[in-house]
């Protein structure tokens, strides 16, 4: 059910019996040789729709630029500033808990939006302590990275073992050619990627240190049909936990 293919009148009435909302979130950033710049909002996107099919609660539109400063120096990534983020994220949560919602599940497709992401909660809820409502129930929200369940997790382990790297994971990869395989890449001199050896900080300094943009993962080992086994599970398993979230 997605917010943006219903009518005034259709979300008026959901809202009679739901006042959950799934944010999906995501970046557009370069994912090494042969992932997508979308890899992060189209796959948070569709594991959030089907989500939103699976538990019948409405999907809103998808924040599609996240947090990604250090991958600025490959051609076509782009970024939110950490605070221009805090204020979108409280936007979309202002609007929509305008209308009457109140319990808002993040299906996040970047790692590196986690600590902006908690950060926009803290705002939102400071607002609404500062605003002295009381002791009034007021919005809560949760943060999910789609490929961190339980079940999820194993699963791509088995698949993959450590293969499957921190950036531009094979795991993601796969989602990505599982979702749209007419734009699959090849790159077959790709190689071996260079190993994990410290965190980064700026764009240049990532790229000396990641030079293809991958970290530590081995992409080209990546197919559709992994890519489908993945989703699927995540999308079970992250349904059952909206589920619990909306009764909770
Ligand atoms: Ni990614």
Redesign the pocket.
């Known amino acids: 059910m997605q917010l943006q293919m219903q009518t005034w009148a259709e979300v008026e009435r959901y809202l009679k019996s739901s006042t959950i909302a799934i944010m999906p979130i995501g970046?557009t950033e370069q994912?090494g040789p042969n992932g997508l710049i979308g890899?992060?909002a189209l796959s948070a996107e569709a594991i959030a729709v089907a989500v939103g099919e699976a538990a019948n609660v409405m999907v809103a539109p998808t924040i599609a630029v996240g947090m990604a400063q250090h991958h600025m120096a490959f051609k076509g990534s782009m970024t939110l500033r950490p605070a221009t983020m805090i204020q979108v994220i409280g936007d979309y949560v202002d609007s929509l808990t305008h209308h009457g919602f109140d319990k808002f599940f993040f299906v996040n497709?970047?790692g590196g939006n986690s600590a902006t992401i908690e950060a926009a909660f803290q705002e939102v809820y400071t607002a609404h302590t500062m605003r002295g409502s009381g002791n009034e129930a007021s919005v809560r929200c949760r943060l999910r990275n789609w490929w961190q369940g339980d079940k999820t997790y194993k699963l791509i382990k088995e698949l993959f073992g450590d293969k499957d790297g921190m950036?531009?994971t094979i795991s993601?990869v796969s989602v990505t050619q599982h979702l749209f395989p007419e734009h699959i890449k090849s790159a077959p001199d790709m190689g071996p990627p260079e190993p994990f050896r410290s965190r980064w900080s700026d764009a240049a300094d990532y790229r000396a240190k990641f030079p293809d943009g991958r970290i530590a993962s081995h992409p080209y080992l990546a197919t559709p049909d992994a890519g489908k086994k993945i989703f699927d599970l995540a999308v079970t398993e992250i349904a059952e936990e909206v589920s619990a979230y909306a009764k909770g």
């Open positions: 970046s994912h890899t992060d497709g970047h950036h531009a993601e």
